[in-house]
């Protein structure tokens, strides 16, 4: 069985969101999705529209996902690799060359996103909607 791992905050789910996890599952058996908590999105300087919790069900929901943990910090993906022993490790193409170090323990791929989308596009669009109103 080959396991694939890969790493988000996934808040305002869209299609981009769905092309990435599709694309991931593709390339194994067992798709992971280490989810990022409230309070490591805060470190990041996220703040996100759903909680943990409700972004958790989302993704459980979607067929190519088949466990979804959480992310508590930028050290653990190391430790996720080594304990979900997971044979890929794949992200969006934003992040190229920032997870050079896991090839070490699996392969590292990182996809093309769907350019037209993201949640900061859709957050961006719904401020200026509200203040053309």
């Known amino acids: 069985m080959r396991k694939v791992i890969t790493y988000g905050t996934f808040d305002l ?36 529209y759903f909680s943990y919790e409700e972004r958790k069900r989302l993704l459980e929901a979607i067929r190519y996902v088949d466990l979804v943990i959480p992310e508590y910090s930028w050290e653990q993906k190391k ?16 992040w190229e060359g920032k997870f050079e170090f896991l090839k070490e323990y699996c392969d590292v791929v990182y996809l093309d996103r769907s350019p037209e989308i993201s949640t900061t596009k ?12």
């Open 79 to 94: 430790h996720d690799v080594i304990e979900f022993k997971a044979d890929l490790f794949v992200i969006g193409n934003d």
């Open 13 to 48: 789910l869209h299609y981009g969101h769905i092309n990435l996890l599709k694309r991931a599952k593709e390339m194994g058996d067992y798709l992971i999705v280490a989810l990022s908590t409230n309070e490591f999105n805060e470190i990041k300087g996220k703040s996100c």
């Open 122 to 133: 859709i957050k961006s669009d719904l401020m200026s909607k509200i203040h053309n109103v």
